[in-house]
């Protein structure tokens, strides 16, 4: 059963484009929503996260959207630069458990 | 160490051979946990240790999978008589246990490969 659907598996945007990747859960109890990064050959990395208390969580280049009553979240990435072509996870926890449970993945490539 | 480290980084192994992967956490960290990532595919949860016990094992794929934690530190993934839809990529990752914080930190994993 998967726990966080995400979509899409792969994504090919311009750069300087908007890349646009979606989640969606089901168990109400999750309360931390984080996104992973992982280049080939590494390990995934942290690379935001947000709790249900707040709608959107901006870093940099990279936003979270989360719309609690829809169980949604989403990764946006403005002005898109060929290094962020990664594959990109989004996971949800909630704290009782101290479990990460993740997203299939989506392939992101920036085309220069 | 300053990150979490895995041993072997890859390992090619015969059909039926044991095989015995090995993951050091983040010093302190006392949640541990092990994922399998098929090719191109998303990171599969197998098992998960708070401190050196294993509440939840619901994702090992088979009794062929143990896993195993000693002093809150290192913990070995043993995989008995391998099958070829074994070969993956085992990540492991540690996090620090302390109020609502469950940032996930991965090591570079040990890539499986049975021929």
């Known amino acids: 059963q998967q726990q966080v659907k995400q979509s899409p598996q792969s994504l090919i945007v311009q750069k300087g484009g908007i890349s646009i990747i979606n989640c969606a859960y089901e168990?109400?109890?999750?309360?931390?929503f984080p996104w992973y990064q992982q280049f080939p050959g590494k390990g995934p990395a942290l690379l935001i996260a947000i709790r249900p208390d707040v709608s959107e969580k901006k870093e940099g280049r990279f936003t979270i959207s989360f719309n609690k009553s829809a169980k949604q979240f989403s990764l946006h990435i403005m002005d898109s630069q060929p290094g962020d072509s990664a594959t990109y996870f989004c996971?949800?926890?909630?704290?009782?458990?101290?479990?990460?449970?993740f997203g299939t993945g989506t392939r992101l490539t920036v085309i220069p | 160490g300053a990150g979490v480290s895995q041993s072997p980084s890859n390992k090619v192994t015969e059909k039926g051979k044991d095989v015995e992967l090995r993951c050091d956490p983040i010093?302190?960290?006392?949640?541990l946990y092990w994922y399998r990532q098929r090719l191109g595919q998303g990171l599969e949860f197998l098992i998960y240790f708070q401190g050196n016990s294993a509440p939840d094992k619901s994702g090992l794929p088979s009794d062929r999978f143990s896993a195993e934690r000693t002093g809150e530190s290192v913990s070995t993934l043993t995989i008995q008589r391998t099958q070829q839809e074994d070969s993956a990529v085992y990540l492991c990752a540690s996090s620090l246990v302390w109020g609502q914080s469950t940032e996930a930190f991965f090591g570079q994993g040990t890539r499986l490969t049975v021929v």
């Open positions: 010093s302190g960290h006392t949640a």
């Open positions: 996971a949800a926890a909630h704290g009782g458990a101290n479990n990460l449970f």
């Open positions: 168990n109400t109890a999750f309360d931390y």
